[in-house]
């Protein structure tokens, strides 16, 4: 037929023109026909009312083409126009219109070079192109349709490209990039994964994401954004090396140099750096931009039966102004759609920085619904002057709460730990030791912040409690309580209770036994308590002083001891008793009242004897 079609004259005409040719791999067949085919002086033939039908070896239409009119080219087997033209799948999966065109039926391919316009139905096979952010109802006819608009198109076995000034549309969201490569299943045509190449840019309503690749695998029914993906929601942007997107569960995954930023004001993320807040309540950067990066970034939206996530794995680090956390992993967990927001963040190897504050751990938990901080492995912290670790920590920041629990040990300043007191004046004042920092020891640790202005603060140690320093200063007790101004940092007042037994560090260290203590900052005394007595021991030119009664009162001004209930003094002179004694260490007087007695050494005695001075001025 062939030979005969060649050797047709010019102006012949054919009706109900009819040709097959076999593909070059075997695998189709394709049918061109025609209302009516005219020879043309060039040897071609002038088809109208062309049809394409690509036929598979099994017998199955895998394709269809339709035009106005087409040339074809016997000997080599093209077709070409500048007409319009319209191509579906047998299935109605895609269906594209365009004008002019070229193209091979052994391929079969097919070229659109103007007004290319396409349509996918993703009900049919695969998820939308755009940034889905809600899947249409089953009414809803255009959350199904895919749009596709370009310059041109290429159609060969297995791949079909839309290029020039490409736009892709769906209800969800647009696309537009350089190139859109579709990959088409050999035997029928069905579309497999679409890849959109060059200056890439997607947009819906909640999301926009900008890349140099994008291949979307409509089986798995996922995005991949390669060459350097940026993307913005919520006010929230992002980079990293690739992103990729399943759209019906809207899970996004980032990998590889992850670099995020939230606006100032964020909640959630920047919340987690309100571990010591300011007194007046707030933090002073929180309206500063939070700035966010990991090795990769995980998130799952919220659904109303699930609860979501967000996971940033691999040298995390989160800053926002002076603040900064810093973890291997850090797990924020959503509520499910109708509940409120964040519900817990967990964070491993967490080290999280406010301004000079630091606290570290290997697991922490930050429960949003009650606003507390809970670290559990190897906590340790440095918040301001003060430093420590324990087996577990506890803080509620938004109450200015700091719990430490089980084999606590702190490192405190000398005004914060509170027993200053205990100090000589003159030394501190001339001496640098005395500011050596406080070691403490205890079961437990509780800081209490004030919330009200002119409150103090409270900071509590419990259970077999040991305050010492390098200088020599030890105390134990069961409990110790301190009150510490709020702003200046110095001690108000101090409780210890149980067990007392302690040693001051100076020039007049002394050694104390009792049950109970309290210091008052407003009469600058500390009060001595004890069943059946309290001991006091110190040294007065080389020789032991003892003091003992129901209750020793220290006056920190003036230097003077008072004893009360039953108290007896003994130092190198002798023994002195009384209702109540007083000992003023610095001017070396003793003084006692009521039904007192003195006992004398016989040393005493004979140096009183000897002294040229009146007896008045002897006598204490």
Same mark, same amino acid.
């Given at each position: 037929?062939?030979?005969?079609?060649?050797?047709?004259?010019?102006?012949?005409?054919?009706?109900?023109?009819?040709?097959?040719?076999?593909?070059?791999?075997?695998?189709?067949?394709?049918?061109? @026909?025609?209302?009516?085919?005219?020879?043309?002086?060039?040897?071609?033939? +002038?088809?109208?009312?062309?049809?394409?039908?690509?036929?598979?070896?099994?017998?199955?239409?895998?394709?269809?083409?339709?035009?106005?009119?087409?040339?074809?080219?016997?000997?080599?087997?093209?077709?070409?126009?500048?007409?319009?033209? %319209?191509?579906?799948? #047998?299935?109605?999966?895609?269906?594209?219109?365009?004008?002019?065109?070229?193209?091979?039926? @052994?391929?079969?391919?097919?070229?659109?070079?103007?007004?290319?316009?396409?349509?996918?139905?993703?009900?049919?096979?695969?998820?939308?192109?755009?940034?889905?952010? =809600?899947?249409?109802?089953?009414?809803?006819?255009?959350?199904?349709?895919?749009?596709?608009?370009?310059?041109?198109?290429?159609?060969?076995?297995?791949?079909? !490209?839309?290029?020039?000034?490409?736009?892709?549309?769906? /209800?969800?969201?647009?696309?537009?990039?350089?190139?859109?490569?579709?990959?088409?299943?050999?035997?029928?045509?069905?579309? =497999?994964?679409?890849?959109?190449?060059?200056?890439?840019?997607?947009?819906?309503? =909640?999301?926009?994401?900008?890349?140099?690749?994008?291949?979307?695998?409509?089986?798995?029914?996922?995005?991949?954004?390669?060459? %350097?993906?940026?993307? !913005?929601?919520?006010?929230?942007?992002?980079?990293?090396?690739?992103?990729?997107?399943?759209?019906?569960?809207?899970?996004?995954?980032?990998?590889?140099?992850? +670099?995020?930023?939230?606006?100032?004001?964020? $909640?959630?993320?920047?919340?987690?750096?309100?571990?010591?807040? #300011?007194?007046?309540?707030?933090?002073?950067?929180?309206?500063?931009?939070?700035?966010?990066?990991?090795?990769?970034?995980?998130?799952?939206?919220?659904?109303?039966?699930?609860?979501?996530?967000?996971?940033?794995?691999? #040298?995390?680090?989160?800053?926002?102004?002076?603040?900064?956390?810093?973890?291997?992993?850090? %797990?924020?967990? *959503?509520?499910?759609?109708?509940?409120?927001?964040?519900?817990?963040?967990? /964070?491993?190897?967490?080290? *999280?920085?406010?301004?000079?504050?630091?606290?570290?751990?290997?697991?922490?938990?930050?429960?949003?619904?009650?606003?507390?901080?809970?670290?559990?492995?190897?906590?340790?912290?440095?918040?301001?002057?003060?430093?420590?670790?324990?087996?577990?920590?506890?803080?509620?920041?938004?109450?200015?709460?700091?719990?430490?629990? &089980?084999?606590?040990?702190?490192?405190?300043?000398? =005004?914060?730990?509170?027993?200053?007191?205990?100090?000589?004046?003159?030394?501190?004042?001339?001496?640098? !030791?005395?500011?050596?920092?406080?070691?403490?020891?205890?079961?437990?640790?509780?800081?209490?912040?004030?919330?009200?202005?002119?409150?103090?603060?409270?900071?509590?140690?419990?259970?077999?409690?040991? *305050?010492?320093?390098?200088?020599?200063?030890?105390?134990?007790?069961?409990?110790?309580?301190?009150?510490?101004?709020?702003?200046?940092?110095?001690?108000?007042?101090?409780?210890?209770?149980?067990?007392?037994?302690?040693?001051?560090? &100076?020039?007049?260290?002394?050694?104390?036994?009792?049950?109970?203590?309290?210091?008052?900052?407003?009469?600058?005394?500390?009060?001595?308590?004890?069943?059946?007595?309290?001991?006091?021991?110190? @040294?007065?030119?080389?020789?032991?002083?003892? /003091?003992?009664?129901?209750?020793?009162?220290?006056?920190?001004?003036?230097?003077?001891?008072?004893?009360?209930?039953?108290?007896?003094?003994? @130092?190198?002179? $002798?023994?002195?008793?009384?209702?109540?004694?007083?000992?003023?260490?610095?001017?070396?007087?003793?003084?006692?009242?009521?039904?007192?007695?003195?006992?004398?050494?016989?040393?005493?005695?004979?140096?009183?004897?000897?002294?040229?001075?009146?007896?008045?001025?002897?006598?204490?």
């Amino acid at each position: 037929m062939s030979a005969a079609l060649g050797q047709a004259p010019a102006g012949t005409t054919i009706e109900d023109f009819r040709v097959s040719e076999k593909s070059v791999d075997g695998n189709r067949t394709t049918l061109l @026909t025609g209302g009516q085919a005219v020879f043309r002086e060039d040897g071609l033939l +002038s088809l109208s009312d062309p049809r394409l039908v690509s036929v598979t070896a099994e017998g199955r239409t895998n394709l269809v083409f339709h035009a106005s009119e087409c040339l074809y080219n016997q000997d080599t087997k093209e077709i070409s126009s500048v007409g319009q033209l %319209n191509l579906s799948t #047998s299935d109605g999966q895609m269906q594209l219109s365009g004008i002019g065109f070229s193209g091979n039926l @052994t391929g079969p391919t097919l070229t659109v070079t103007d007004k290319v316009q396409a349509r996918l139905n993703k009900k049919l096979r695969g998820v939308p192109l755009g940034q889905a952010t =809600q899947q249409g109802g089953v009414g809803d006819q255009r959350a199904d349709i895919i749009q596709i608009a370009s310059k041109q198109f290429d159609l060969q076995p297995g791949q079909a !490209e839309f290029s020039e000034s490409v736009t892709v549309g769906d /209800a969800n969201g647009t696309l537009k990039c350089s190139i859109i490569s579709v990959e088409l299943r050999e035997d029928d045509w069905d579309l =497999q994964s679409i890849k959109a190449q060059g200056g890439v840019a997607v947009e819906s309503a =909640q999301f926009k994401t900008t890349s140099e690749q994008a291949v979307y695998d409509l089986g798995g029914g996922t995005v991949l954004f390669q060459g %350097n993906p940026r993307w !913005e929601m919520d006010e929230r942007s992002g980079r990293a090396d690739q992103l990729l997107i399943h759209q019906e569960s809207r899970v996004v995954s980032a990998q590889g140099h992850v +670099s995020m930023t939230l606006p100032g004001g964020a $909640g959630t993320e920047g919340d987690l750096f309100q571990f010591a807040p #300011s007194r007046t309540g707030g933090n002073k950067s929180s309206s500063a931009v939070l700035e966010v990066q990991a090795r990769s970034f995980v998130f799952q939206p919220a659904s109303e039966t699930k609860m979501g996530y967000a996971r940033y794995i691999g #040298s995390v680090q989160l800053s926002r102004g002076d603040n900064r956390l810093e973890c291997h992993y850090l %797990n924020i967990k *959503l509520g499910v759609e109708k509940e409120d927001g964040v519900s817990m963040a967990t /964070a491993i190897g967490a080290e *999280l920085m406010q301004g000079e504050n630091r606290l570290s751990s290997q697991l922490a938990v930050y429960d949003f619904k009650s606003g507390e901080i809970r670290l559990n492995m190897e906590p340790t912290w440095k918040l301001g002057e003060q430093s420590g670790r324990a087996d577990r920590v506890d803080i509620t920041p938004d109450r200015g709460r700091f719990r430490a629990v &089980g084999n606590v040990k702190m490192n405190l300043p000398k =005004q914060s730990g509170g027993i200053g007191f205990l100090f000589p004046e003159r030394e501190k004042e001339n001496g640098d !030791e005395t500011g050596a920092p406080l070691l403490v020891d205890c079961e437990s640790f509780e800081y209490h912040q004030a919330t009200i202005g002119g409150e103090a603060d409270r900071a509590i140690f419990q259970g077999n409690v040991r *305050l010492a320093n390098e200088t020599g200063f030890n105390v134990r007790a069961n409990s110790i309580a301190l009150g510490i101004h709020s702003v200046k940092n110095e001690l108000e007042s101090l409780v210890a209770t149980g067990a007392l037994n302690g040693k001051t560090a &100076g020039q007049n260290s002394m050694r104390f036994i009792g049950n109970r203590l309290v210091y008052d900052r407003d009469t600058d005394t500390v009060r001595l308590t004890g069943e059946p007595s309290v001991e006091i021991h110190t @040294t007065q030119d080389g020789a032991d002083v003892v /003091a003992l009664g129901q209750a020793a009162q220290y006056s920190v001004g003036n230097g003077q001891l008072r004893l009360t209930g039953n108290p007896v003094l003994r @130092t190198p002179e $002798g023994e002195l008793r009384g209702n109540e004694v007083v000992y003023d260490q610095q001017a070396r007087r003793l003084r006692a009242s009521g039904r007192w007695k003195m006992i004398l050494n016989a040393k005493m005695i004979r140096q009183m004897q000897q002294s040229p001075e009146t007896p008045e001025k002897s006598q204490p």
